[in-house]
């Protein structure tokens, strides 16, 4: 049953106290500093992903390649927090030790620091690590090895970097999805024992199998999260990646009270998942496809939107400049419509 949580109640006391201790936490490198996790969950407000770019084979490989302009526009927008999906896979060496690619990894410092020197909270996740799931005993090693190098990396960076272990889990059950977590969160914790650490459930990050995550109780510094997509067949019509999407087209959302109450009852369990696990939460990607009608679109994401914000829970939208993108990058222009859905009284791009 949906409850208000009383640690919504005192949010803005926190943010306040937070954000005002957040700049003179930025050059300190001792995490005991960092804030608890219900102050960290607050730097994951009004979010977007970056997708596309550096989740691709190779940058550039999708269309898109990261530009330092892109993160002056989405602050200007009125974005808080950047999610920055990450393929370190296909930039790692296959056999042990699993070195990371030099090159690689000072792109994602610079991303790193283009959000961060513009005040922007980051969270970088690892995404597309598909053979983890064709053959778990065989890549966990490499799985591992790959945030024993992310996590040591970054430990000196202020809180407002956030780790996610894992993009959308599939093919594999929760329980060994559970064993895979507590595999690899103690080498995390070795060098970051308070940033905040983000984990979904199985399931392509589902909310169901949110529920079934056996998160170690003693770590009280993890974030849930969960992508939300509902309805599928309108925000997945015509996506080329989904098999028979295409007799999707033309599915419309119109706002009904059906269907309202379908994406209320999702969020709904999202805050008893929160109360139940005295842990926050976040909509780590919600977004419509292009090809679905942009009326449609701008409704379904601004009740979205609205009805997460009464709920005090954080998301981030799917996603800045590509397939279901805000941004149009080849004429230079927000598409407003759809900008404004999220945040209502948006006016005019400053940049
Ligand atoms: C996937 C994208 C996909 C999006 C919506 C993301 O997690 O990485 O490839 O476009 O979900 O389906």
């Known amino acids: 049953m949906l409850a208000l949580n009383p640690l919504s109640l005192l949010r803005p006391f926190f943010s306040l106290l937070f954000f005002g201790g957040l700049s003179s936490m930025s050059l300190a490198s001792d995490q005991s500093s960092f804030p608890d996790i219900f102050r960290q969950s607050y730097l994951l407000e009004q979010g977007v992903n970056f997708g596309n770019a550096l989740e691709a084979p190779q940058e550039g490989d999708w269309g898109i390649r990261l530009e330092e302009r892109y993160f002056d526009l989405i602050k200007a927008a ?14 790692a060496q296959e056999k042990p030790p699993y070195t990371i690619d030099p090159a690689f990894f000072e792109r994602i410092d610079w991303a790193i620091d283009k959000a961060t020197e513009r005040g922007l909270n980051i969270v970088i996740n690892l995404h597309h690590y598909d053979e983890l799931f064709k053959n778990p005993s065989v890549h966990q090693p490499r799985f591992s090895a790959i945030w024993e190098q992310v996590s040591s990396r970054y430990q000196n960076r202020p809180a407002n970097l956030l780790f996610e272990l894992c993009n959308e889990p599939h093919d594999i059950d929760s329980d060994r999805w559970n064993q895979m977590i507590l595999e690899v969160l103690p080498i995390v914790r070795s060098t970051n024992p308070r940033r905040g650490v983000i984990i979904g459930g199985t399931d392509w990050n589902s909310l169901k199998k949110l529920s079934e995550l056996k998160l170690p109780e003693s770590d009280r510094y993890l974030i ?7 309805p599928f067949k309108f925000t997945h019509q015509g996506a080329e990646w989904i098999p028979g999407s295409k007799a999707w087209l033309g599915t419309q959302w119109l706002g009904s009270s059906e269907e309202k109450e379908c994406i209320r009852i999702e969020l709904d369990h999202a805050v008893d998942w929160w109360e139940k696990n005295r842990r926050p939460i976040w909509i ?8 679905a009608d942009l009326p449609s679109r701008c409704r379904w994401t601004e009740f979205i939107v609205r009805e997460c914000e009464w709920r005090h829970l954080p998301w981030a939208y799917w996603e800045f400049g590509a397939g279901f993108g805000l941004y149009d990058r080849l004429q230079k222009k927000w598409n407003l419509l759809l900008l404004r859905a999220l945040f209502p009284f948006f006016a005019f791009p400053k940049v």
Do not use: I
């Not at 009125?78 to 930039?91: D, E, I, M």
């Not at 849930?224 to 509902?230: C, I, K, N, P, S």
């Open 78 to 91: 009125g974005f808080k927090t950047v999610r920055l999906p990450v393929r370190w896979s296909a930039h």
């Open 224 to 230: 849930g999260t969960f992508h939300l997509y509902a």
């Open 284 to 291: 780590g990607e919600f977004g419509a496809y292009s090809k």
